[in-house]
Structure formats: C-alpha cells, structure tokens
C-alpha cells in the first residue's frame, strides 16, 4: 500500500510540473477570448488540420493557402493533422473553438503522455537514479517549449516518438521482448512518416552503433517483428503521401532566409544557454561521458551515439536543442551512476537546475522591459487579427504574419513560413522595397492579390532586404504604405488601419 500511495505522489507531482512549465505561456495563448498560436508555423499547420477536419480523408500534398497563385508542395505530413483533427472532433461537444482548443492543448498533452511513459518505463526497468531524468524532462525550458500549450508542431509528436523509440532499444538490450521490438518498430516508423529529417538522422546513428557493437542483439531474432512493422508503416507513408521533400531552388535566397529564422541558427559551444537547456550537469558531462565510455558502465552505445550526434547538430543549428536535451536526459541516470553515493547524486542533479530554475523566475516574473515587450506582442496579434477580418481575397504581408491571416481568414497569402514559399516571400519582399509604382504594379499583377497588408516599416524593409541581399532604397513602398498612406501609389486604396497594421485595396483589382 505504501509503494502505491509513493507511485500516485510521484505520478501527480510529476504531472503538476510537467503541466506548469509547458502552459507558463498561457497569457499569451488565451487573449480576449481567442487562441493565438506562438509560431508562424502553427497557422500553416492549423489550416491542414481544419481542411482534414471539414473533408474528412483528405491527405494534403499541396499548399494553396501559401505562396499564391502557385502554391507549394510542402514536407509536412498527415500524421499530425489528423491528430489535431481528431482531437477537434472530440472537444467539440465542449466548445464552440474546437479545433483552436485543440490546437492550443495538443502538444502540452503530448509533453504530458511522454512524461507518463518515461516515469512508468523508469520504473518498470529500475533506473537507479531515474528521479533525474524526470526533473529534467519536467523543467528543461527548451523541451517545454517544444511541447508548450498553443504550439501544435510536429516537434512535440517526434519527441513523444523518440522518447519511446530509445526506451524500447534500451529494454530490448536487457530483454529478447517481441513487444518491445514492435514498439520500438512502431515508434521509428511514425517518426520517419512524421518527418524524413531528424528521426532519419537518429535511427541511421542508433543502427550503426548497435551494428557495430552489440550486432548480435540488433540481429537477434526477437527483432523480426520490429523491423517487419517500420518497414510496413514506411511503405503506407510513402503510398499515403505520395511525394518527397525538395531542396529549394533559389539556394542564395534560402540561406539569407535561413539567417532570419532563429531555430535555423547556430548555438556556440560557450553559449549559456546550454546551462539555461541542461543545467549545470552539462559541464560535467563530457567527462562522465568519457570515464562511462573507458570503464564500460552501463550507459547505452546507441544512447551515446545519439547524445552526441544531437549535440554536434545542436551546435549547428538550434533547432535540434530539444533532441539534445531529451537524449541527455535520458542519459543523465547513467551518468550519474559514477557517483558512488546515491545521496550525493541526487543533490547533485537538483543543485545542477539552478540555471533553469533561475531561467524559469525570469520567464513567470519578467523585468518590466520584457513585460512590456510581451504586452506590445499581445496587443499586436489582437490588432492583426482585426485587419484580417476586412481580408476577403487573396493577400500579399509580410511572410512571417501571413499563415496567421490565411487561417483567421480562409484566404490565400502570397508568402508563407515555410521554405517551400520562398518563391512568395521573395515577390513580397520586392513589393516592400518597390521604389517604383510601375514595377510596384508589375508584381500585384503577378501575385493577382486583392489585399495589401503594410506593417512597420523598419522590420519589414529590413527583412526584406537580408532577404534579397540589396540595400533599402529610398521611398521604397513599405514605408510610404506604413507612414504615409495617403502618398501611397494611385494602385493602393487605404481601406482599414489601426496600432499594428494597415490594409489596402488593390484598386485594379476592384475595377476588374
């Protein structure tokens, strides 16, 4: 009775601190009554999922809400949308707003069910200091913001994945488990259908270490099933899906994009972040990592292999941290096992939070700057989100603003978030920095858009010229539209405006 009641304190304590770290952000989630999602992003996907949930079976292998006229043929994949969809489905008896419920929740229950399964897998498997993994795993700011409430990305599905994809190997070494190889075949190949990037990286360095080191558990019998259902689910996928993500063409335009993306950005080894992602243990990892290797304790090749083919993908771009963190955590137990008192381990892995504790404090009681600045960001979607309502054809914006308005309106955007909308996003920027009407009217007539969204003019014309590699040239349009409306172009009717945005009617288009 004693070992149960401990089970439920610990279950509800870890569920408590999952839920806290991963819905902080609730302010800036629920305003005024309304879902607001925290990336681009999220918009784009949440218009794959309200597609799935009014057509019911439709799998999405074209974009026509992005980079318009053309559209694209995007890398995202069905797995998520209909998670989402489902997920609608079910809370609308609840709510009129199911699916942006839906889409705000989704991943905070994802972070939740994975956190449910490292506690009940630690336990069942006996990690001797598993209460490190788990406060890891609960507190770690990167990993809650890769599963945080009003962020539906498939970030937080292929985390889940992996989580249990590297537990179902471990087992497997300490088990000949039929059940277990199916999960860990099961595992892999959603991942792979969710995304041909990461979980292709992770499984090829797991594979190869087991092959190279412990090559007859990897081939052992017990294993048939698991490989049999990866490749079964891989084969759905690509019969399912039907395409394969694409290089970008214009390879300039996307590194200069890519400078603008801060996921897309490297983290230097020096970086304190990574004390902020990990803790304090972090420092001390390379060495335990070494003495782990050198005396053959019990840490896993295959975990020791992906630990550090995440840290040398994190350091080139950040967003691989979240992989990282999750691999280091699921380290850390073994690791700490070179510490000969287990008293001394575990006050060394709650000291080692204070970066993220002290990361946290500045998260929930921000400075009065930082405040201020989330106030602005908050009061800014709201004003964006009434522009969109005057938006009833299809719209040129700025890219990073534009899946939010083609989901709020059910419109068409020339640009998009993605890189397979760059051919938009660069008709967008040359809009902007348009100095003259002529050439102005040349690009409306190739987007054919109806609406024009001006913004503030420093960050777009700024933007728009990284984007292009060109200096801004004197009145280019983005300005005249955000500060001068009235001197705006014979084209350019000023049809809407308030603190955040203004909208334009393209006059030609009216008149056809």
Known sequence: MCRVLIAIAEILLFSALILASRCANFREVFVGG????TDADCYSRMTRARICLED??????????????????????????????????????????????????????LGLTTGWFLWWWSRRARIRHRFALLLLYAASPILAHATQLGRPDHQALLLALMAFALCAEFSLINESSRRWSVVSGCSWGLALWVSLYEPLILLGAVALAQLLIARKSFTASHRIPGWIVLGVIVLVAFAVERRMPEWPRNSELFFNWARTIGELSPVPISDPVWLRWAGLLILAAPALFWIAVAKRRALPVFLAAALCVTFALTVWQARWACFFVLMFSLALPFLLELVANRLAAGVIAV????????DWDERIWPSEERQALLNEQRVERVAFREIARGIDGPFLAPWWWSPALAYWTGQPGTGGSSHEALDGIERS???????????ARAILQETRVKWVVAYDAGRVLANSAELLGVPVPQNA????LDRAPSQAPPDFQLAAQNSAAKLFLVRFFREK
């Not at 074209?62 to 997920?87: K, Q, R, V």
């Not at 000291?351 to 002290?358: A, G, K, R, T």
């Not at 349009?477 to 005249?480: D, F, M, T």
Request: glycine share 6%.
């Open 34 to 37: 309304d879902v607001y999602f």
């Open 429 to 439: 920027a040359r809009l902007y920095l348009a100095a003259d009407p002529a050439q």
């Open 477 to 480: 349009l983005g300005q005249v």
């Open 351 to 358: 000291v080692s939070l204070y970066p993220i504790l002290q």
């Open 56 to 109: 019911p079976g439709t799998i999405l292998r074209h974009h026509s809400f992005e980079n318009f006229p053309a559209g694209t043929t995007p890398h995202t994949t069905a797995p998520l949308d209909y998670l989402l969809a489902g997920l609608a489905a079910a809370l609308k008896p609840f709510t009129s707003r199911a699916l942006d419920m839906a889409g705000a929740i989704a991943s905070p229950i």
